[in-house]
């Protein structure tokens, strides 16, 4: 069975903080991808990163960064530095099979909240 | 850049009519999806069509839902007969062949309220 989980429902942080959002994932297969994308209050689905399973190397975009570890099935996010413009809900998301073009499974998500 | 577009960005309806989500996905793309957001909660998949036909579907995706992608540039998702539980905002979505990025493009939605 695919799932994924975001333990975290909600976190409110003070801007400029940083601030870790946990993703935790099971899937049998050994192919499969990781996804994070942010839901800002406008409703819209904003694509941030998709990682590969064969891919352990950490990102940095900016102000974000990803942890992939294989070993904990672990797939966390973290800002640095937290704005206000960052207040959204986050959700990781897991497909598994060959093509990153299958059904993405999405966790509940966590939304974060930066107070100025 | 290419995106998906989705209309009506809001729609209201009675029980037990009929509604149809309309979705434009980006032009070279040729997997196509709808997915379901009820208010708060997390996003679930409906379906996924590829070579117009369903490859996958949910358990969420009973008989009164159904695909269609009908002048080969729309991919439309029909309600035949909406329930209060369909309330939910709607989202389209498409990718390349899987020889591509794979990456899922998503649109801005469809928030369906059904009353």
């Known amino acids: 069975a695919q799932k994924v989980t975001q333990a975290q429902t909600e976190i409110s942080v003070v801007e400029k903080e940083d601030v870790t959002l946990d993703c935790v994932y099971e899937t049998r297969d050994t192919t499969y991808y990781l996804f994070w994308y942010k839901q800002p209050p406008s409703g819209e689905l904003v694509f941030l990163i998709r990682?590969?399973?064969?891919?352990?190397q950490n990102e940095i975009s900016g102000r974000y960064s990803w942890n992939f570890q294989k070993s904990t099935s672990s797939f966390n996010f973290t800002i640095t530095a937290s704005q206000v413009v960052d207040s959204a809900v986050y959700f990781c998301a897991l497909s598994s099979g060959y093509s990153s073009a299958s059904k993405i499974i999405f966790g509940s998500g966590t939304r974060l909240s930066i107070r100025p | 850049e290419p995106e998906v577009t989705q209309t009506p960005s809001h729609q209201v309806t009675q029980m037990g009519q009929e509604v149809i989500l309309r979705c434009v996905p980006i032009?070279?793309?040729?997997?196509f999806y709808w997915y379901r957001q009820i208010l708060g909660q997390k996003v679930e998949f409906l379906v996924s069509f590829y070579n117009n036909e369903i490859s996958e579907k949910s358990e969420i995706f009973d008989d009164q839902f159904s695909v269609e992608r009908p002048d080969g540039s729309n991919f439309t998702l029909k309600i035949r007969s909406t329930k209060l539980e369909d309330s939910a905002m709607y989202f389209c979505a498409s990718s390349e062949a899987p020889e591509g990025t794979g990456e899922l493009f998503f649109g801005e939605g469809s928030r369906l309220t059904v009353l």
């Open positions: 032009s070279n793309h040729l997997y």
């Open positions: 990682r590969n399973s064969f891919d352990e």
